[in-house]
């Protein structure tokens, strides 16, 4: 058969959202790249997609067939089943699990895996809230706080999107490991470069992107929001903030400077470690610049003062009035979508007074046993949770119980399958048909399979389709084609689409999310912010109403420092998240980096080390390096437990009952260790 290509998308977690051209020789993918049909991608993608999908599809760790645990959970023995043994046992164990319990004692335990609108949850909602499953609230484990900070501050609104960094005079990059995990941002950035503009990179870790900075602030973690008000009270100083534009569209400014006023440049500089002449030169470069173009990544956010810190860091441009014209920040791309979220997952089909559970507590319910009723069935799909999670190993004995029936639906045999009764296999996203928005461009996508699914594998809108077909639901909604469910996803009377369904946007273009009249989407320009106030809120009564009244403002908490070094986990430039973590470039633990200072103070000069705390260990190869600041160590997340000889990884370390300020955010970033000789 000759070569084929073919046009894709990619699913992974990522705010670049790529389009994909896919070659295919006789029903096998063999070579992937990005394509023009979305014009942000230019061609362009990362080496890990580029490099592994073949491996990803057609390599020996993929699930073809339904399976049916054999040994002690964990261990990995299965045995091949048929789809309707499959069917018959989950429904036969859930529904046991119903009669005895009722139907909260099951839950989905799902996250983000593929980021399309049917895999991510469309049919699968349907089903659990026709089930009366537990509901679940996922956005604390990441993402959350970066949303809920936005929204309190902004509304429900976009930000510019992310091309408008190519023109600006200045790009301030803050808490985002962009070469790594938002590569087209960094080409952005590069033309404004090559145009003479410079670039401010805001991050405790010395990044690809920190080391082609003309500026790189290393902060200790958890401390932006102290920078952020530093700033704000040196342009205080210098008498460069825009009164006007504060007075007429600003609210909570005063108390907001009342904050800030405790933490000038000399306090500020000392707490977070970075010294005085770069705050000073931040502010001046900011308050010159326009087009001035601030992008905000997930990094900041995973502390107990990350609700803070982006509240503060998005305060900024609103001191300067600096919207319009090219300026702006780049964060919410998600509102620029005409999404009908309630159409596509019916929420109504669940029965009125349905608990929600916080996805990061699950493994203290599994463990401590303390709901009423416990948990005693989950589905585990779009989803790692052991390699994820705050507390692994809490976690995993949570998993381990023998008396909790787990249905795992994946691509590979992940940690968290080995953990499940019934295993059964899910068609990766180039084999089944998908809509496509974006967290991070303003563009809507559609793509078609490029491949029949793999052995007995099926989309998750199927296997979801089976399920409710066994459980007797037989209501029109759970026999929607993936068709339907497009248009369900989008509105399709949005003016943008041309007339045009959601589910027959063109596979070769994609649409942009703009005005009616084609220009970009722009606070101050074509748009308000969606806050009840109308204005820019500093001080924020809905995250009050929502998370507490010390949400009101940004505001900062000292943290504890029951061991002497905090612990960040950035970005890989092998995995996305942990997704491709079982594949040949992921196969090594991730290196532990560390400062010479801290090095030499506990005599080490190399080879492995054992980092700890009082939730687990972890044994890495040390790498001495100024890419960390003294006091901070760094090692990438998503590791698999095959890199590890102690069956645990960084995530281990991480506490899950330490939460961020607003939207319940796991505190990943906000770590403390010790390390010491292997």
């Not at 020996?60 to 789809?83: D, E, H, N, Q, V």
């Not at 996922?138 to 706080?145: F, H, K, Q």
């Not at 009101?552 to 970005?571: N, V």
């Amino acid at each position: 058969m000759a070569l084929e290509e073919r046009a894709s998308v990619c699913t992974f977690d990522c705010p670049d959202t790529c389009s994909l051209t896919v070659s295919v020789d006789d029903g096998r993918i063999v070579k992937v790249r990005g394509s023009d049909a979305l014009p942000y991608t230019a061609g362009v993608i990362c080496t890990k997609v580029a490099r592994d999908m073949a491996g990803f599809v057609h390599g020996p760790g993929r699930l073809l067939y339904p399976l049916r645990r054999t040994g002690a959970k964990g261990a990995g023995a299965f045995a091949r089943i048929s789809w309707d043994e499959a069917l018959d046992e989950v429904s036969d164990r859930v529904s046991k699990v119903i009669g005895c319990w009722g139907p909260q004692a099951v839950a989905p335990f799902n996250y983000a895996g593929p980021h399309g609108f049917l895999a991510g949850d469309s049919m699968s909602a349907r089903f659990f809230h026709k089930l009366g499953a537990s509901l679940v609230y996922r956005r604390s484990l990441c993402g959350g706080v970066r949303s809920e900070a936005w929204a309190g501050t902004y509304g429900a609104a976009p930000g510019v999107p992310p091309e408008f960094a190519e023109h600006a005079r200045l790009n301030v990059v803050w808490g985002n490991n962009a070469t790594v995990s938002n590569l087209h941002l960094v080409r952005e950035v590069h033309k404004a470069k090559r145009r003479g503009g410079r670039l401010v990179v805001i991050d405790p870790l010395r990044t690809k992107i920190a080391d082609q900075a003309d500026l790189h602030l290393q902060l200790r973690p958890g401390t932006d929001v102290l920078l952020a008000w530093a700033v704000a009270v040196e342009w205080e100083r210098a008498g460069v903030l825009n009164r006007a534009f504060i007075a007429d569209t600003v609210l909570g400014f005063d108390e907001f400077m009342a904050r800030a006023r405790a933490w000038p440049i000399a306090r500020a500089a000392e707490a977070c470690g970075v010294p005085e002449a770069q705050i000073r030169t931040l502010a001046e470069w900011m308050a010159e610049a326009e087009p001035l173009v601030l992008s905000v990544g997930n990094g900041l956010e995973r502390g107990r003062n990350g609700g803070s810190g982006i509240r503060a860091a998005i305060a900024l441009p609103a001191l300067l009035g600096r919207f319009g014209n090219g300026s702006g920040i780049v964060l919410g791309a998600g509102n620029a979508f005409a999404k009908t979220p309630a159409k596509l997952q019916r929420p109504e089909l669940a029965p009125a007074g349905t608990r929600t559970l916080n996805l990061i507590d699950f493994g203290r319910h599994l463990v401590e046993d303390d709901l009423d009723p416990p948990l005693r069935a989950l589905f585990i799909y779009n989803h790692n949770p052991i390699v994820v999670h705050p507390d692994q190993n809490r976690l995993r004995r949570g998993l381990a119980r023998d008396d909790v029936f787990a249905v795992g639906i994946d691509v590979s045999m992940t940690e968290s399958m080995v953990h499940c009764d019934i295993v059964l296999p899910a068609a990766t996203h180039f084999e089944y048909a998908d809509l496509y928005g974006s967290y991070g461009h303003h563009w809507l996508q559609r793509a078609e399979p490029v491949i029949p699914p793999q052995g007995e594998s099926l989309p998750n809108t199927e296997i979801f389709r089976r399920l409710a077909a066994r459980f007797g639901f037989d209501e029109p909604c759970f026999t929607a084609s993936d068709a339907e469910l497009m248009d369900d996803a989008v509105d399709p009377a949005d003016p943008r689409l041309g007339g045009v369904r959601p589910s027959a946007i063109p596979t070769t273009g994609a649409v942009p999310m703009s005005t009616p009249d084609g220009k970009p989407i722009v606070l101050f320009e074509n748009l308000r912010p969606a806050t009840p106030s109308g204005k820019i809120e500093l001080k924020s009564d809905t995250l009050a109403q929502r998370w507490g009244a010390g949400a009101l403002y940004p505001e900062w908490r000292d943290g504890a420092d029951d061991h002497p070094l905090m612990l960040i986990s950035p970005a890989s430039d092998k995995r996305i998240s942990s997704s491709l973590g079982g594949l040949a470039g992921s196969r090594k633990a991730p290196p532990l980096l560390m400062h010479p200072k801290d090095a030499a103070a506990r005599g080490l000069a190399g080879g492995e080390v054992r980092v700890w705390n009082e939730r687990g260990e972890v044994y890495l190869p040390l790498r001495i390096t100024d890419a960390v600041p003294p006091g901070v160590v760094a090692s990438e997340k998503g590791a698999w437990l095959s890199t590890s000889r102690t069956g645990q990884t960084i995530s281990a370390l991480v506490s899950a009952d330490m939460r961020a300020d607003i939207a319940e955010g796991a505190c990943f970033n906000d770590t403390r260790v010790e390390v010491a000789a292997a």
